[in-house]
């Protein structure tokens, strides 16, 4: 992710808020914690500072299939999504919000927008649970950009 232009300072915020909750997200994953925990930290952490997460989009178990088991919601749910074990692959994507959190596809059928119009922020990363927590497969180099909000 990068910023284009001037960026606002509330906006910088929404920035900052979607990366810390979804690394706060990373850093509890390992073996035998509920998915649905994740949910639950980033909805805790983003609600707290005055955004919302958005509840028709998740992130997803990576296997024979993309988009397949587990659902990783990114809001506080108490429906049994498995427990994370050695071998699972799986993304963290939360989608969080200066506005609402209900969203409008365009007419093209893949744009998403916030329904309200305000902004919105996503990080991602497809994670490996190991034997002590997690490796993010898709992490940036050493030779990466680092941004202000990491």
């Not at 639950?40 to 997803?60: L, M, P, Q, S, W």
């Not at 996503?122 to 941004?147: I, M, N, P, R």
């Given at each position: ?11 910088k ?50 296997g ?53 119009g ?33």
């Open positions: 992710m990068f910023c284009v232009g001037e960026v606002d300072a509330e906006s915020a929404l920035l900052q808020v979607t990366y810390d909750c979804w690394q706060a997200a990373i850093g509890i994953c390992k073996p035998g914690v509920p998915y649905n925990a994740i949910g639950a930290i980033i909805e805790d952490y983003v609600t707290k500072r005055g955004f919302t997460t958005t509840k028709n989009f998740c992130g997803h178990g990576v024979r299939v993309f988009h397949m088991s587990p659902q990783i919601v990114h809001y506080k749910t108490d429906q049994d999504l498995g427990l994370m074990q050695v071998g699972n692959i799986f993304t963290i994507e939360p989608m969080i919000q200066i506005g609402g959190n209900e969203n409008f596809m365009w007419g093209d059928g893949w744009t998403i927008s916030t329904l309200d305000s902004r919105s922020a996503q990080f991602e990363h497809t994670l490996l649970v190991t034997d002590t927590g997690v490796e993010a497969l898709t992490a940036k180099t050493s030779a990466s950009k680092q941004q202000f909000w990491e």
